[in-house]
């Protein structure tokens, strides 16, 4: 199973490029409101014109991948259940892989040309409806640059195995290994850090939560003085990039903790992060950081594209062992619905 695993990691990675360029090429020759239409909403997201390039690119990859190899793919633009198996018809009990994905994760940032996105990939043994994200044991990530940007990284790990990672210079064609390295800062004094809240709504509830946190390690700042400093990057990839590369210590996405108990579980009527924006957290914990729930457990949700996924990512595991219970603390204050904590 190593040796199959080494083998669909390579090819799943060249796959990734093959997504990566078509998406670029798609940029550099159309209108930003060209890219920006809104096609649907598919795997509780919208779903934009610029994602049906990467979504074609990806099932025509994977349609030949199932040449070599049966497997059942969740991914947005498969409709509304996500899921697909390969090849077309092939019986359940011949499946060894799920394979995971996020074609885009970062559409909104992209198609504007403000900010990467990220193609997302996990891998796991094919295990059933049971199969979750703590089984997945390959993971990929693949920077999509902006049109003036020229180069893009990809990340990569095997569980047990460490991080590999690659910087791509897209004008001299050329790769050189890239350092993966989270802070090992033991305080979030000085540094970038936030619970994430991109979008209207309960943006009041989740900053409250996020000032607790900062004044319970920090204390209040001086007048005129900052203590800390947050980063929204409306791609939880390219936030998993940020800690992975030391630009960030800690980040938290508790969005699906606002919602009553009755609506947490299956699609929700909020955006929240989905298993799809979180299948590359293994190359976090192969790095040495904490990602885990917000009551500290290890993520668990189901390989769809519905369920809601809260989690929290933290540096270091000193750094965390202060931050996850002010978190913790600070959710409880602000009435989030905390049975996973109790």
Request: hydrophobic fraction near 45%; aromatic fraction near 6%; proline fraction near 5%.
């Amino acid at each position: 199973m190593t040796h199959d695993l080494a083998w669909l990691g390579d090819e799943i990675r060249r796959i990734h490029v093959d997504i990566r360029d078509h998406v670029v090429a798609a940029c550099e020759a159309s209108a930003l409101e060209q890219l920006a239409a809104v096609h649907g909403e598919e795997g509780g997201d919208t779903i934009f014109a610029i994602d049906r390039v990467s979504e074609q690119t990806l099932i025509a990859q994977f349609e030949q991948l199932a040449h070599r190899c049966a497997f059942r793919l969740v991914a947005e633009g498969l409709g509304q259940s996500g899921v697909r198996d390969f090849p077309a018809g092939v019986a359940e009990s011949a499946l060894e892989w799920m394979i995971i994905v996020d074609p885009i994760d970062g559409t909104r940032g992209l198609m504007y040309q403000k900010r990467a996105a990220w193609i997302l990939t996990g891998v796991a043994p094919y295990r059933g409806a049971a199969t979750h994200l703590g089984d997945i044991a390959f993971a990929v990530m693949t920077e999509i640059p902006l049109v003036k940007q020229h180069l893009c990284d990809v990340l990569w790990a095997v569980r047990g195995q460490g991080v590999t990672a690659e910087r791509y210079n897209r004008v001299q064609h050329t790769t050189q290994p890239l350092l993966v390295r989270p802070s090992q800062a033991t305080t979030i004094l000085q540094g970038f850090g936030n619970v994430a809240r991109f979008f209207p709504g309960d943006r009041a509830r989740l900053a409250a939560v996020d000032d607790m946190v900062v004044q319970t390690l920090l204390g209040y700042a001086p007048a005129g003085k900052a203590l800390s400093f947050e980063d929204q990057y409306i791609s939880t990839g390219g936030q998993l990039y940020e800690l992975l590369m030391g630009h960030d210590r800690w980040l938290a996405d508790v969005r699906p903790l606002l919602l009553p108990p009755t609506e947490r579980n299956g699609s929700t009527p909020m955006l929240c992060c989905h298993p799809y924006d979180m299948c590359t957290e293994l190359i976090a914990r192969e790095a040495g950081m904490v990602v885990c729930k917000a009551n500290g457990q290890a993520l668990d949700a189901p390989l769809d594209v519905h369920s809601p996924v809260s989690w929290v990512a933290v540096a270091n595991p000193v750094l965390a062992h202060q931050l996850i219970p002010a978190l913790q603390q600070a959710l409880v204050h602000h009435h989030m619905q905390l049975e996973e904590v109790q």
